[in-house]
Nanobody, 130 residues
Framework: QVHLVESGGGSVQAGGSLRLSCVAS???????MGWFRQAPGKEREGVAS?????????YYADSVNGRFTISQDNAKNTLYLQMNSLKPEDTALYYC???????????????????????WGQGTQVTVSS
C-alpha cells in the first residue's frame, strides 16, 4: 500500500502563502495524486490533482484556480501544493491522496473526486485569518 505523510500546514494572514508537501512511500506507482480539503461542517472537496507519470492533466477547483499550484518532484516522491493569496475561506484540513487506477485523469470530475482515490494522508491544518 501507499503511505502518505503531509506537512506544511499552519496559520497565516489573508493574502499570505503556504506550501504543503506530501511524501509518498510504499513502492507503488500511482496514476494520480491530489489535494482535498474539508472545513468543519462541510463536505470534503477536491482542490487540485495531477497525473504523476508525466506531471500533466492538472485540474483545479474553480475556487482556487489562479491562486494554487500543484506540482511534484518524482525524485523525492513528493507532491506539493503552493497556495498564494490565501483567503479565510481556504481554512480547512488539507489531505493528499493517491490513485492506483487511471480513472482519475479524465477531467476535473474524476481528478477531483474522492471516489477516484485509494490512499489518503492524515491531513494538515491550514488556517487563514482576516
Amino acid at each position: 500500500q501507499v503511505h502518505l505523510v503531509e506537512s506544511g500546514g499552519g496559520s497565516v494572514q489573508a493574502g499570505g502563502s503556504l506550501r504543503l508537501s506530501c511524501v509518498a512511500s510504499g513502492g507503488y506507482n500511482t496514476f494520480c495524486m491530489g489535494w482535498f480539503r474539508q472545513a468543519p461542517g462541510k463536505e470534503r472537496e477536491g482542490v487540485a490533482s495531477i497525473y504523476t507519470p508525466s506531471g500533466d492533466r492538472i485540474y483545479y477547483a474553480d475556487s482556487v484556480n489562479g491562486r494554487f499550484t500543484i506540482s511534484q518532484d518524482n525524485a523525492k516522491n513528493t507532491l506539493y501544493l503552493q497556495m498564494n493569496s490565501l483567503k479565510p475561506e481556504d481554512t480547512a484540513l488539507y489531505y493528499c491522496a493517491a490513485a492506483r487506477s487511471h480513472e482519475c485523469l479524465y477531467g476535473a470530475s474524476t481528478g477531483l473526486a474522492m471516489r477516484s482515490y485509494n490512499y489518503w494522508g492524515q491531513g494538515t491544518q491550514v488556517t487563514v485569518s482576516s
